[in-house]
């Protein structure tokens, strides 16, 4: 009964946040294809060099103050005194580090305008950046304080608000600016989301003050926790970074088919990733403890995770090129060579995030530093190589080997040091869902298009008939079942 109440809140959790995610990913698919057709090819590219860029800036400066934040204000629940502080804590952290990222991005302007566009004429655009350093971290404070309070329907229904102004923007400024457009629209939409998350998040005792004494205690303990995990995204940053410069200066259509494969694989299929990590995480860490909670507890997050990938990675395979067409345009139909192997590496990347939760919930902040980094590391080296050889089916298979490695490699760490193990149950589910996806990308490079198309067709029909069926037994009681018996 338990762990029936588990799979349910699990689950209610991931459907929450994946509803504001497939929310998202409908506008992005929006904003995607008004880049795709009102910048070209070479302009969509852009968009994602520049946003690489930025979050360069901010990874580098934040400190990890996004983990850290809502782990304290999450601790801290329970006392009020030290809650309110934490959290006036938080938002001056927060405010500091954005202050941070707008001096460096003022300070070196013209270097940052020759490397993403390889003349200083853009310098002005970073130096007018600074106020969206400034404006989205301090935004970011007030989602910190949401989650780390577990006020999920506020958070859900702000992010909901925001994110479909932010796309109307981007159709306006895109339309009538082109290229000029990427930069006024990430100004004015960093500006509108502070306006409405500082209105509406209802913040508690803003008015409260913080000694110089304890304000040195509180931004120790955020950099000293969160520096590793600030170096950590920072290193990945600048492998993706020198991934996209190395293809915007091999062919900037390239970088565009990248950029376009990515927001497949990482953010339209990354839906569960996120949920997981709103949810997930915070549970873990309050269960880590007790070792058996939390095996079952990774688990089960494992299992549901498989349920809902397996369907949605075969559909893409069925109507691949549909999609592709809808999401961007016909010009991007090569990126389905990407995505052959690209696709399988999702399988491993929801192994990855569910385990290496386990490695954070125990603060083990050096190990997971070390497999992130080399994974980061790894996955640049390998695409440019694999790329080099067999082009864009190497630029999947290098994300495939990457996700495999760092899998092998988090389950031998994580059963050595916290006795984690996989249950049999979904040892078999992961074995049946790799032979799954095996014989789909076999099929692919030995079968006509039509019986490619009808047997991944068969592939998904079954797979989804599988996932309803167990989503009904574990979380809807049988209402599903018990309704179509009940029409016979």
């Excluded at 070479?42 to 400190?63: A, M, Y």
């Excluded at 961007?328 to 090569?334: D, N």
Aim: one cysteine or more; a positive charge.
């Amino acid at each position: 009964m338990k762990e029936e109440k588990q799979y349910k809140t699990l689950f209610k959790a991931t459907s929450l946040f994946g509803l504001v995610e497939i929310l998202r990913l409908l506008l992005k698919i929006i904003t995607n294809w008004a880049a795709s057709n009102f910048l070209g090819t070479k302009g969509f590219g852009l968009v994602g060099l520049i946003e690489n860029t930025v979050q360069l800036i901010s990874s580098f400066s934040s400190l990890g103050i996004n983990f850290t934040g809502v782990r304290e204000i999450a601790a801290n629940k329970t006392n009020d005194i030290e809650f309110h502080k934490t959290i006036k804590a938080v938002s001056q952290f927060s405010l500091f580090t954005g202050i941070i990222s707008a001096i460096i991005s003022i300070i070196f302007a013209s270097r940052l305008s020759i490397e993403t566009f390889k003349t200083t004429e853009y310098f002005y655009w970073f130096i007018a950046l600074s106020v969206y350093f400034v404006a989205t971290s301090y935004t970011q404070s007030k989602i910190i304080y949401l989650e780390g309070s577990q006020n999920f329907k506020k958070l859900i229904n702000i992010n909901i608000i925001v994110n479909v102004i932010n796309s109307i923007i981007v159709l306006a400024v895109y339309y009538f600016f082109k290229t000029q457009g990427i930069l006024i629209a990430m100004i004015i939409n960093s500006l509108i989301a502070l306006v409405l998350y500082i209105k509406l998040s209802n913040t508690p005792n803003e008015n409260i003050e913080l000694t110089a004494a304890e304000r040195k205690i509180y931004f120790k303990k955020f950099i000293k926790s969160g520096s590793l995990l600030a170096l950590n995204t920072t290193i990945g940053l600048a492998c993706f970074y020198i991934i996209r410069k190395y293809f915007v200066d091999t062919n900037e259509e390239l970088l565009s088919f990248y950029n376009a494969a990515n927001l497949i694989i990482v953010s339209y299929l990354g839906i569960i990733f996120i949920a997981m990590g709103k949810f997930f995480f915070p549970k873990l860490s309050q269960s880590v403890k007790n070792h058996d909670i939390t095996n079952q507890l990774i688990n089960n997050q494992l299992e549901l995770s498989l349920l809902i990938i397996l369907p949605a990675i075969i559909l893409i395979y069925t109507f691949a090129d549909f999609f592709i067409k809808i999401l961007f345009s016909s010009a991007f139909l090569p990126i389905y060579d990407i995505l052959i192997f690209g696709l399988v590496s999702i399988v491993f990347r929801s192994f990855n995030y569910a385990v290496g939760y386990l490695l954070l919930s125990h603060q083990n902040f050096k190990q997971y530093f070390y497999i992130n980094a080399v994974s980061d590391i790894l996955n640049t080296v390998l695409t440019i190589v694999f790329y080099e050889k067999w082009g864009l089916i190497g630029i999947g298979f290098s994300t495939f080997v990457n996700y495999l490695f760092s899998a092998i490699y988090i389950y031998y760490y994580t059963s050595k040091n916290y006795s984690f193990k996989i249950s049999n149950f979904v040892k078999n589910q992961f074995f049946i869902t790799l032979i799954i996806i095996s014989i789909i990308v076999c099929s692919n490079f030995f079968m006509d298009k039509l019986y490619f198309t009808i047997i991944s067709g068969i592939f998904f029909v079954i797979s989804a008939v599988y996932s309803i069926k167990k989503i009904d037994e574990y979380i809807l009681d049988f209402k599903i079942h018990n309704k179509i018996k009940s029409l016979f």
